[in-house]
Each structure stands twice: as C-alpha cells, then as structure tokens.
C-alpha cells in the first residue's frame, strides 16, 4: 500500500472521495492545486502513487491531462469511474432567492449547465476544487455566496444542501486514472486495459490502417481521444484504451500497429474498472492493482 498519494483538490473534494475508494483510508493524500503537481509529485518520488481525473461523462475529457501523460515518466497502474453527485450548497439559513454567486472548479459547473442556466443571475466563478470552494464559504461566510459541491463537502463544512442533484444527468461519473512513476511499476498479471498513445503520418486514411487492425484483432476500443502535436500545427497524436482478455491479444496488436505508426507507446496496463450495478449503469468501481498492495 502505498504511504502518499498525490491528488488534485482539498479536504470534501471528489479526487479524495476516488482515492480513499480505490486506496482505502491508510496513504496520506497530498492535495495539490493543479494536475501538473499531481504529477510532479509522483515524477519526484514526494508521492508513491497519484489520482487524476481524465474525464466526466457530462462535460468530457480534460485535455491538458493527456498531454502530462505524454510528457512525463508516469505509468498507469488502474482506474477509477466514480459516480458524481452535485449538489447547490450554502450556509445554513442561506435561500436560493438569496443567491448571488456560484462558485467551484469549471468542470462541476459544466456538469450542471441545465440547473445554472435556469438562474441568469447568478454569477459564475470558477475555482480550483469543489471542496476548495466549500471549506472557504465555510470560512469566509460571505453572504449571497452557493457552490458546486458533493454531500461529502457539505457534511465536512457545515453547509446546507439548497439544492440537490443539480447535474444535467443522474448518469454522471468521472474517471479517474491511478499514476506510478515509470520505474517502480511491476507487471500486473490481472491486466486486461492498456492506454497506448500513437502518432501515424499525416496523410488521408493513416488514422483509419490502425482502427482497422484494432478491430481484426477483436479488441474493444473503449477511448480515442486526439491530442494537437507541440510544434506541429494541425497534427495531432491519439491516447486509446483497448480492452482484451490476455496479453498476448495486447503483444499481438502492438506488434500489428508498428508499421502503421510512427510512434507507438504503451502507457500503461491495469485491471479495468467494474460496473457497480448498486450505483446503476452508469457507476464503476476499480480494485486496487495487486503491485500497490503488495
């Protein structure tokens, strides 16, 4: 079990939620304000492991994640997908006509665009975290002032849910991915996702000769996601997960996609996350990989 895990946000935020879930309540949480030091602390070896979300199944992929993934000698070790649920919170006695401000993390707000919307009004500030947002109403006490939240942060400050399950969907989960530094990571033998990123020429049908070859394999291609090459305007590289039963189906394609790309890297190998019918359809929960119990 790891003794420190880096993670971005505060005390009542959704990435503590993830980590005590995947790690369980004995590593220390490092709470970082940004993505890039969840990372540098993972890179340093300040963290023994880190927790990043990568993507919300409202408002989509966060973009500069991907590009620290190709840019830093980190390892994916497992996965998370955690059910959210947003909620309007606010001090106590505090009414929604009393409402002037809302404030959380740009993600949490976009998440609850149909609710917003429905208040003109309402100023809209973004901030670093959610819990952040909470634990400083808390604080601060400013009259006038609700944030974007999860009952976690309301129960850890004191505040009052004006308004329950706000987002757009009750579907709504995030994923979050478990970072190593590259070096320390054993081979999983339970594995059965890889994230790979690739790079094929710049040329009509490129992207198309390695879809092909993924699906001849039979592998499920559960993510795509485009990312813009530094210095090269208009081209842009590919993260893709693929799922498979062994890894010989994983050594198999990665031998395949060779010719057709001109960069290919594996990213990581992990155990796949499992529904958690408890949650509905939607709702994932990962087992912790058996290299960070150990």
Known sequence: MPNHVSIQGFKGSFH???????FGAEPELLACATFAAVVAHVVNGSADAGLMAMENSLAGSILPNYLLLERHAIHITGEVYLPIHQHLLALPGTTLADVQAVHSHPMALRQCGDFLDRHPHWKLVETDDTGHSAQL?????????????????????GLHILAPAIHDDPHNYTRFLVLQRAETVLPDPDAD?????F?????????????????????????????PRPSQPWHYGFHADVEFDDAG??????TDLAPVTEELRVLGTYHRGQWNTAEGPSARVAQASPQLLA
Not at 138 to 151: D, K, Q, S, W
Not at 249 to 254: E, S, T
């Open 16 to 22: 503590e939620v993830a980590a005590r879930q995947y």
């Open 137 to 157: 109403l808390a604080e601060t006490r400013t009259p006038g002032v609700a944030v974007v939240a999860g009952a976690q942060a309301a129960a850890q400050f």
């Open 193 to 197: 996702k890889a994230s790979l990123y």
């Open 199 to 227: 790079y094929a020429s710049h040329a009509p049908g490129s992207l198309a000769k390695v879809l092909t070859r993924v699906a001849a394999h039979g592998l499920n291609l559960s993510k795509l996601q485009s990312c």
């Open 249 to 254: 189906q994983l050594r198999a394609l990665l």
